[in-house]
């Protein structure tokens, strides 16, 4: 039956769905966010500061490395779910000896949970792919006592086990649909999925784009990695243009996992971040580009649009880090990943506060290496531009073939840009129609509007045109006009 868009049904229609998504979405609710709480340092502020720095912020999940005992006392009664880690060197006796387990979750978990949201146990970090062949053997027999020993003390369907792979676990990821698990792990990846989904447990994964790009430091392979304008890459498997790395990578996962016959096991990524700074060799740190890495990547986040393979939820995604560890080894870099500082500030700006629901305000990022620059932004002149006497008047409107793909970068990037984009957040008053059309065509409107109305204010990669016909509908007010 067709619904007239301005009938008494339509409207109806329309505001009970917006009462659904309200009940489904509330406002509040970025619990797809997570970060990663390390401790190789010795200069971390005491456990309850962490506990109460977490609750003023969106982040809704912490993973450990490991369990102490001080930092999940400390994050009971918070809401906050917690990830715990039993280290590489406690899997042989898991493995070997079912007591121990039920030990190592009388100790690490029994105190704690209910009060502590502990969600998932991970057995190892990155096992899989160490080499160690005596490990490798013994994950999955360590996994399964660590689940048997859950299910003893009637937590089993509560807390979740896994492990944490690196992407090395995949031989194939360019393009995403090309994504296979390196056959060399085969038996053994394939008794894990088994686990996974027998238990409806994640694979968790960590996809880093910061090393992608020190791999192939080109321009626009930089924009491509920090979610900045682009001109994207199309996957010539399924015809399907990819407008950043990190869902580039998260669908080649699903791919490998979906060309076995296990697309259905939830993916979650373990670990993703960017580095402020690092060694003068190192190409890719600085705080301009963790910045826009990972601004942008809440941003895309809390847009729920998903990956071109996954559309409409948002991956559990775990930044790297909380807080710098100071005694790691290694480059520079590994020990710059953290968002705050000892004293709970942040080390650069990202709107992390737990109203916030419009996405992140992130300038563009610069590289730290002269041969790669900054890419030309959607908003920006490719070259140089004489003003005109009066800004243009009118509405910014995108072009009618401009591809979703397309229009979610530009969605993305006008809302990183500082302009409220909480009109098109559920609850908004134009946040339906819920699609990436009507709200690119809001945010690039309001950007045009907000950064001076020139012609160049509205030219997104060429995929936008200025209009004299008002887009306002309903409740749906679009600013503009003619001058």
């Not at 895309?300 to 560890?325: C, N, Q, W």
């Not at 004293?343 to 990202?350: A, K, N, P, R, V």
Request: aromatic residues 8%; negative net charge.
């Amino acid at each position: 039956m067709a619904v007239i868009r301005n009938s008494p049904l339509f409207l109806c229609l329309s505001s009970l769905l917006l009462l659904l998504l309200q009940s489904c979405h509330p406002a509040s609710s970025q619990s797809f966010i997570g970060i990663n709480y390390g401790q190789v340092a010795d200069n971390l502020p005491p456990p309850e500061a962490t506990a109460k720095l977490l609750q003023s912020t969106s982040i809704q999940k912490v993973r450990l490395y490991g369990a102490d005992p001080a930092i999940i006392k400390a994050l009971a009664n918070t809401g906050i779910g917690i990830v715990i880690g039993a280290a590489n060197g406690d899997i042989p006796a898991l493995a070997s000896d079912p007591n121990f387990a039920g030990q190592w979750i009388n100790t690490n978990v029994m105190p704690y949970y209910p009060a502590s949201k502990i969600i998932v146990i991970t057995v190892g970090n990155e096992v899989v792919t160490s080499g160690d062949q005596n490990l490798i053997s013994q994950i999955l027999p360590a996994m399964q006592n660590v689940q048997n020993a859950l299910n003893s003390a009637s937590l089993g369907g509560k807390i979740k086990v896994s492990t944490v792979h690196s992407m090395a676990v995949l031989s194939q990821s360019d393009p995403p649909s090309s994504g296979a698990f390196n056959p060399g792990f085969g038996d053994s990846m394939k008794a894990l999925l088994q686990f996974h989904q027998a238990n409806g447990s994640p694979f968790m994964i960590n996809p880093y784009p910061f090393f992608a790009y020190q791999s192939d430091p080109r321009p626009e392979t930089l924009a491509f990695c920090l979610f900045q304008p682009n001109a994207g890459r199309v996957d010539s498997g399924t015809g399907i243009k990819y407008m950043n790395m990190f869902d580039a990578q998260v669908d080649a996962v699903h791919s490998a996992l979906s060309a076995i016959g296990f697309k259905d096991i939830e993916i979650v990524v373990a670990e993703t971040g960017w580095p402020y700074k690092g060694d003068p060799n190192e190409v890719g740190p600085s705080v301009d580009n963790a910045k826009a890495y990972n601004g942008n990547l809440i941003n895309h986040l809390r847009s729920v649009v998903g990956t071109p393979l996954m559309p409409g939820k948002s991956v559990d995604t775990y930044i790297f880090a909380l807080y710098d560890e100071d005694l790691k080894p290694g480059p520079g870099s590994e020990r710059s990943f953290g968002l705050f500082k000892p004293d709970l500030s942040m080390t650069y700006g990202i709107d992390l506060s737990k109203s916030s629901q419009s996405p992140i305000a992130t300038s563009p990022a610069s590289p730290t290496t002269p041969e790669a620059p900054v890419p030309t932004s959607p908003a920006t002149p490719t070259a140089p531009v004489t003003p005109s006497p009066k800004p243009t008047g009118g509405w910014c409107v995108p072009k009618t073939d401009v591809s979703d793909a397309q229009l979610q970068a530009n969605l993305d990037y006008a809302c990183s840009q500082g302009i409220d984009c909480s009109t098109i957040q559920p609850g908004g008053a134009c946040f339906l129609p819920n699609t990436i059309a009507a709200h690119a065509a809001y945010a690039m409107n309001l950007l045009y509007q907000t950064a001076g109305r020139n012609p160049w204010n509205c030219d997104f990669l060429q995929t936008a045109i200025v209009t004299g016909t008002n887009p306002s509908y309903g409740q749906c007010s679009y600013p503009g006009g003619t001058t």
